[in-house]
Nanobody
Framework: QLQLEESGGGLVQPGGSLRLSCAVSGFTLGGYAVGWFRQAPGKEREGVSCISRYGGGRNLADSVKGRFTISRDIAKNTVYLQMNSLKLEDTAVYSC???????????????????WGQGTQVTVSS
């Protein structure tokens, strides 16, 4: 059974950092693309970052470029999202998602992902 579990969310002040983790089980990262998405209250889900089965990562939102970095540890079967210089507008529930994907470039739309975690709350507040 394929499962994803996020952790690392919490309350942080503006300018602070958090590292989210997405631990996967039931499959290996080598065959799957994994994406991070977020949804703030009253807003649509937004793609944040994704990483391909080959390890190529990219940011999906212009607002996080230069601040967020996606990475993975194959041995730990975990994908990370390092978030620096956090802003009030980064407050949202962050979810990771996965899909079996042969391409070199990870899908940028949430509809392209099949398996989802429950999400972790990130709150940026002073």
């Amino acid at each position: 059974q394929l499962q994803l579990e996020e952790s690392g969310g919490g309350l942080v002040q503006p300018g602070g950092s958090l590292r989210l983790s997405c631990a996967v089980s039931g499959f290996t990262l080598g065959g799957y693309a994994v994406g991070w998405f977020r949804q703030a209250p009253g807003k649509e889900r937004e793609g944040v970052s994704c990483i391909s089965r080959y390890g190529g990562g990219r940011n999906l939102a212009d607002s996080v470029k230069g601040r967020f970095t996606i990475s993975r540890d194959i041995a730990k079967n975990t994908v990370y999202l390092q978030m620096n210089s956090l802003k009030l507008e980064d407050t949202a529930v962050y979810s990771c998602a996965a899909v079996f994907h042969r391409g070199y470039v990870c899908p940028d739309q949430s509809s392209g992902y099949q398996y989802w975690g429950q999400g972790t709350q990130v709150t940026v507040s002073s």
